[in-house]
T-cell receptor, first 112, second 116 residues
Framework: IAGITQAPTSQILAAGRRMTLRCTQDMRHNAMYWYRQDLGLGLRLIHYSNTAGTTGKGEVPDGYSVSRANTDDFPLTLASAVPSQTSVYFC???????????FGQGTRLTVV | AQSVTQLGSHVSVSEGALVLLRCNYSSSVPPYLFWYVQYPNQGLQLLLKYTSAATLVKGINGFEAEFKKSETSFHLTKPSAHMSDAAEYFCAVSDPFSGGYNKLIFGAGTRLAVHP
């Protein structure tokens, strides 16, 4: 049972570089989410998608973009990375019943 | 706007002692409430959830939580701590009528340490 797969698991990135974090789910969930986790702040929603072809902004969307070309994939792109984007990024999905979100293992990103 | 406050960023208990992790929320509508656990270098795992059914919710690993509307609280408890309970715990709230599916709002987290 794969659930949600994120790649890479960790990355060190030079400031100013472009980076795409990958997220794939095999549960056929309509909704998907990207969160960032920072010490003392919990998890904050970056972007979400209710269904393929639609996306929405979360609490901290600036500097990030997403796309949802199909049900399974929900990549997160940093167009020009900055050190404040150093964080652990979690992808999640939920079904139409909306009562549980399933999380990936996370991507640890360090921007230097 | 919804928000979640977890009192105490760090809680330390002895093995066998009661675990109490506090969570208060604010929401303009009856919310859905969740507790997630995160073990080191792992993703989040659902412990339990409240979705407007029974106010006392039982979860995995012996944890339970009680929804108290009058106190806007959803505290997590376990009668007897085990060493394996050491982890970070997150309380979260969502608005079931937001139209945005499960846009969870998380608290800052509480790190639970269990010592012999």
């Amino acid at each position: 049972i794969a659930g949600i797969t994120q790649a890479p698991t960790s990355q060190i990135l030079a400031a100013g570089r472009r980076m795409t974090l990958r997220c794939t789910q095999d549960m056929r969930h309509n909704a998907m989410y990207w969160y960032r986790q920072d010490l003392g702040l919990g998890l904050r929603l970056i972007h979400y998608s209710n269904t393929a072809g639609t996306t929405g902004k979360g609490e901290v969307p600036d500097g990030y973009s997403v796309s949802r070309a199909n049900t399974d994939d929900f990549p997160l792109t940093l167009a020009s990375a900055v050190p404040s984007q150093t964080s652990v990024y979690f992808c999640a999905s939920s079904d139409e019943q909306n009562t549980e979100a399933f999380f990936g293992q996370g991507t640890r990103l360090t921007v230097v | 706007a919804q928000s979640v406050t977890q009192l105490g960023s760090h809680v330390s208990v002895s093995e066998g002692a009661l675990v109490l992790l506090r969570c208060n929320y604010s929401s303009s509508v009856p919310p859905y409430l969740f507790w997630y656990v995160q073990y080191p270098n792992q993703g989040l795992q659902l412990l339990l959830k409240y979705t407007s059914a029974a106010t006392l919710v039982k979860g995995i690993n012996g944890f339970e939580a009680e929804f108290k509307k009058s106190e806007t609280s959803f505290h997590l408890t376990k009668p007897s701590a085990h060493m394996s309970d050491a982890a970070e715990y997150f309380c979260a709230v969502s608005d079931p009528f937001s139209g945005g599916y499960n846009k969870l709002i998380f608290g800052a987290g509480t790190r639970l340490a269990v010592h012999p």
